[in-house]
């Protein structure tokens, strides 16, 4: 029988990773941090947190890293409380990339008829 646990738990801290950071970090630099998707290991004890950024500026986008590192801690204390696991995972946030690439891709589509 297959194990699905790992996904409820992902789908489980990505909720709570978007409530967090809209209700408990007041760091500005992750105002428009959007999470897309968790990744959690089998053994659920690291979880890949991938967000996006509504700026396409490079600056935007460090700041926002900088701030989820910092913040990284509050988050994972916050997720051990409202989580009903034995260990909460450790978290590592990676820029999620798909977003930009789906533009990229309709903005060749777009640009193929105007040629």
Request: no cysteine; proline share 2%.
């Amino acid at each position: 029988m297959a194990n699905y646990r790992d996904r409820r738990v992902a789908q489980e801290i990505l909720k709570e990773v978007n409530d967090i950071l809209r209700k408990k970090v007041r760091d500005p630099r992750v105002q428009d941090v959007n999470i897309t998707d968790v990744k959690v290991t089998g053994d659920l004890q690291q979880a890949t947190i991938y967000y996006s950024v509504l700026s396409d500026k490079e600056s935007k986008i460090e700041d926002a890293k900088q701030g989820l590192e910092k913040a990284a801690g509050l988050i994972r204390k916050e997720l051990g409380q409202r989580l009903s696991i034995y260990k909460t995972p450790e978290i590592e946030f990676v820029l999620d990339e798909s977003v930009a690439y789906g533009s990229h891709i309709d903005d060749l589509l777009r640009n193929l008829n105007k040629d």
